[in-house]
T-cell receptor
Framework: AQSVTQLGSHVSVSEGALVLLRCNYSSSVPPYLFWYVQYPNQGLQLLLKYTSAATLVKGINGFEAEFKKSETSFHLTKPSAHMSDAAEYFCAVSENTGRRALTFGSGTRLQVQP | GAGVSQSPSNKVTEKGKDVELRCDPISGHTALYWYRQRLGQGLEFLIYFQGNSAPDKSGLPSDRFSAERTGESVSTLTIQRTQQEDSAVYLC???????????FGPGTRLTVL
């Protein structure tokens, strides 16, 4: 069984500040890990994914995430927040075989203050 | 090219009525997934298709839920005798193959009164 925990349902940062969104997972097999972003009234958009290659994954819009097996974490970071980053962010895990269905965390809503 | 589309975008129905939700995946994508997103929660997997077959229906919440896919294209999620707890956003995703990135549609917001 897999699960994802996102710490903090709401995170608020100032424009230009570091963004850190936390994600911890559990999986009985080596996982594939994803971050998706959902802008208001839009569908989910893939930010980045980890599929057992490099542990530091770079995504779109300046985001990156680091897979840390020892900590079972896959935190999302961005050095400098922009107003347009305000959205809801979902961490997800999938098995690396079979149906590949995604198991999502409950999401973190990011607010960016001017 | 066109992304995943879903219709209707919003559906309001009365308790006890049946509803059909439609998903048009990206052309050529063999895998198709349905998820449900309840208010304030993450997405919950419902069912997936590989081609036209659904090998695993264990994620469906009850026997009131069913889904089909034809022509390795359009999929329909049907909810019979809707209940208030069925109110949610239903999202569809498709991928080229099972191992590939899932691309999501905008969802159908279902409200059961």
């Amino acid at each position: 069984a897999q699960s994802v925990t996102q710490l903090g349902s709401h995170v608020s940062v100032s424009e230009g500040a570091l963004v850190l969104l936390r994600c911890n997972y559990s999986s009985s097999v080596p996982p594939y890990l994803f971050w998706y972003v959902q802008y208001p009234n839009q569908g989910l958009q893939l930010l980045l994914k980890y599929t057992s290659a490099a542990t530091l994954v770079k995504g779109i819009n300046g985001f990156e995430a680091e897979f840390k097996k020892s900590e079972t974490s896959f935190h999302l970071t961005k050095p400098s927040a922009h107003m347009s980053d305000a959205a809801e962010y979902f961490c997800a895990v999938s098995e690396n075989t079979g149906r590949r269905a995604l198991t999502f965390g409950s999401g973190t809503r990011l607010q960016v203050q001017p | 090219g066109a992304g995943v589309s879903q219709s209707p975008s919003n559906k309001v129905t009365e308790k006890g009525k049946d509803v059909e939700l439609r998903c048009d995946p990206i052309s050529g994508h063999t895998a198709l997934y349905w998820y449900r997103q309840r208010l304030g929660q993450g997405l919950e997997f419902l069912i997936y298709f590989q081609g036209n077959s659904a090998p695993d229906k264990s994620g469906l919440p009850s026997d009131r839920f069913s889904a089909e896919r034809t022509g390795e294209s359009v999929s329909t999620l049907t909810i019979q005798r809707t209940q208030q707890e069925d109110s949610a956003v239903y999202l569809c995703a498709s991928s080229l193959r099972l191992a590939d990135t899932q691309y999501f549609g905008p969802g159908t917001r279902l409200t059961v009164l």
